[in-house]
C-alpha cells in the first residue's frame, strides 16, 4: 500500500477530489493557466502525454482509410446556420468575431465550435459521382466553445482535439463507419491509456446536436463520477441536404451522401489523470508515459559519485537497445531518464512520483558493490533487488506486466462501483452514498430522463450496447422498461 502523506503538498483525493485534481495538473507541471479566461498552457509533460494518445489514435485512423486534411478555424455565419438543429444546440457556446482589420465585418464569423458546416459546403464540389465516395476525412485542430465553467483539460473554451468527416453512398456504409470511429476510441481508452470504457448509445436528449443518433464510450472516474471518452455520430443525410451535396449513384439516380462525425479530446489527459491517479499523484500506464523508468543515483562523495556513475553508464547503453513490443507489433524503444540533479533522492523520489512514472531504479555504493539497484514500482511502492545487467532485458516484460495491471485495476474500480437499481429511492440513496454507474431500468421517454437529471443531478450516460432486452419497469414512473440505462453523475 502506499505510505500515508508521502506527498504532503497535494490534496488527498478523499477530502476534496476536484483540488487533488488542480493541484496534480498543476504540480506535475502538465498545464497552466492562461491570460485568457478558460484557456489553457499545456506545458511539455503534458503535452508528451496528448501526443502519446494522438499518434496511437492517428494510427488507427490511417489504418482504416482516412486521411488528415486541415479546414480553417473560421466559420462564415450563414453556413452555421444552415442546419438548424445543430446551430441551436451549438449557439451558447459559440465565440463571433464581428470586427476586424479595424471594421465592423458584413458578415459575422464563428470561430470554429466543429467543422460539420463548413466542411459540408466545401465537399458538394468535390463529390460528384458514387466514386468519389466514400470520402474518408480526419482533422487534429483546435475548437473554442465558450464554457461558463472550465477545469484544465476537462472543459476549457479552446482545447484540441481530432475530429473525423466521412461521406459514404449507402446508409450501411455510414452505420458501419460510426462503428469504426467508436471502436478506435475504445482501442486507445483501454489498450493504450488502461481506461475501461462501455459502449452505448447516447439518447435523444443527449445526442450531438443534428445527428441521427450519437454512440458514445463512458469511462468511470475514481470519484465516482463518469467521463465521456469519445463520441461517433451518425448523422445521416442532414449536413447533406442542408448544404446540398448530391452525386450520382450506380442506378443513374442523384442522392443525398450518408455523413458521420466522431470525436476525441485533450480532455483524455484529464481522463488519464482521473482514472488512476492516488494521493501522490499521478499513475501512469507505460504506454502513454513520457519517462517509464527514471534512474536516481545516491551518493555523498565524489568517490561514491564515480562509482555508481561508473555503474550507471552500461545500464544506460543496454537501455538504449532495449525495445519494446506493441500490441499491433510495433517495437518502440524504453524511455528513461537518469536523475542527476543537485537535489536529494528523497525530492527526487517525491518528484517523479508526482508525475507518475511507472519504475524507479536506485542505484546507490551498496546497489553498485552488489551489481544491482532497487527498483520501485509506482502503483503499490514494492521494491525488488534488480541486477543492473539485466534490467534493461527485463524492462520490456515488466512494463507489459505494470500495463496489465493497472487496467486490472481500473477494471475492479468499475465494476466494484457499478450498481444495479430497480426503485428509484434506492437510486437517489446509491447515488449520494456509493458514487458510480447506475444500470436502472427506464421507459425512454425524454421528459422522464429530464426529470430524473432535476431530481437527482444524474444524466444517462448511454443505453449499453452489449445488453439484451431485460423487460422491467421504469424506476420513475413504472411505464415499461425494455433495456436498462447507465446513469451517473458526471463532468
Request: proline share 6%; aromatic share 10%; with cysteine.
Amino acid at each position: 500500500m502506499a505510505k500515508a502523506g508521502f506527498v504532503t503538498s497535494i490534496t488527498r483525493q478523499s477530502e476534496d477530489f476536484p483540488a487533488w485534481y488542480n493541484d496534480v495538473v498543476r504540480k506535475a507541471e502538465l498545464a497552466d493557466y492562461s491570460p485568457v479566461r478558460g484557456c489553457m498552457i499545456i506545458r511539455p509533460y503534458g503535452y508528451a502525454i496528448w501526443e502519446s494518445m494522438r499518434d496511437e489514435l492517428d494510427r488507427h485512423i490511417k489504418r482504416t482509410g482516412h486521411q488528415n486534411v486541415y479546414f480553417p478555424l473560421f466559420v462564415p455565419r450563414s453556413l452555421l446556420e444552415k442546419e438548424a438543429e445543430h446551430v441551436e444546440g451549438f449557439n451558447p457556446q459559440v465565440a463571433w468575431v464581428t470586427h476586424a482589420g479595424g471594421e465592423e465585418l458584413n458578415e459575422w464569423l464563428a470561430i470554429r465550435p466543429t467543422s460539420e458546416t463548413l466542411i459540408a459546403e466545401v465537399v458538394k464540389d468535390w463529390i460528384q459521382s458514387y466514386r468519389d465516395l466514400p470520402l474518408l476525412m480526419n482533422l487534429w485542430n483546435n475548437v473554442v466553445r465558450w464554457e461558463l465553467r472550465t477545469r484544465l483539460f476537462l472543459r476549457t473554451t479552446e482545447f484540441l482535439w481530432q475530429e473525423a468527416h466521412t461521406f459514404h453512398a449507402t446508409e450501411q456504409e455510414a452505420v458501419d463507419e460510426v462503428a469504426t470511429g467508436l471502436e478506435a476510441y475504445r482501442s486507445v481508452a483501454e489498450d493504450w491509456l488502461a481506461i475501461p470504457v462501455i459502449k452505448g448509445r447516447k439518447t435523444e436528449n443527449e445526442k450531438f446536436p443534428g445527428a441521427v443518433y450519437t454512440l458514445a464510450v463512458e469511462a468511470l472516474m475514481r470519484d465516482g463520477k463518469a467521463l465521456q471518452a469519445g463520441t461517433s455520430h451518425m448523422l445521416g443525410q442532414n449536413f447533406a441536404r442542408a448544404a446540398n451535396i448530391e452525386f450520382l449513384d450506380r442506378d443513374n439516380e442523384r442522392k443525398n451522401p450518408h455523413g458521420t462525425s466522431w470525436g476525441f479530446s485533450t480532455r483524455m489527459v484529464g481522463a488519464t489523470i482521473m482514472a488512476h491517479g492516488d494521493d501522490s499523484g499521478l499513475v501512469l500506464p507505460p504506454n502513454v508515459a513520457p519517462v517509464q523508468v527514471v534512474i536516481v543515483p545516491i551518493f555523498r562523495s565524489d568517490e561514491d559519485r564515480t562509482a555508481v556513475a561508473g555503474a550507471i553508464k552500461p545500464l544506460e547503453a543496454a537501455l538504449r537497445d532495449s525495445r519494446r513490443t506493441l500490441p499491433d507489433g510495433r517495437t518502440e524503444p524504453v524511455r528513461f531518464q537518469v536523475d542527476w540533479r543537485e537535489e536529494t533522492p528523497g525530492f527526487k523520489y517525491n518528484h517523479w512520483e508526482l508525475r507518475g512514472v511507472p519504475f524507479r531504479l536506485e542505484v546507490g555504493p551498496r546497489d553498485v558493490a552488489a551489481e544491482q539497484g532497487m527498483l520501485v514500482k509506482r502503483i503499490d511502492r514494492s521494491k525488488e533487488p534488480v541486477p543492473l545487467d539485466r534490467l534493461a532485458a527485463e524492462l520490456p516484460d515488466r512494463l507489459d506486466a505494470y500495463q496489465r495491471e493497472i487496467f486490472g485495476r481500473a477494471v475492479a474500480f468499475r465494476d466494484d462501483n457499478t450498481h444495479r437499481i430497480d426503485e428509484y429511492d434506492d437510486f437517489k440513496r446509491v447515488l449520494d452514498e456509493q458514487p458510480g454507474f447506475v444500470l436502472a431500468p427506464w421507459c425512454g421517454d425524454s421528459a422522464c430522463e429530464k426529470q430524473i437529471s432535476t431530481d437527482t443531478g444524474a444524466t444517462i450516460r448511454i443505453v449499453p450496447l452489449d445488453q439484451s432486452d431485460e423487460p422491467g419497469a421504469c424506476l420513475r414512473d413504472g411505464r415499461p422498461s425494455r433495456q436498462p440505462a447507465l446513469f451517473a453523475r458526471a463532468y
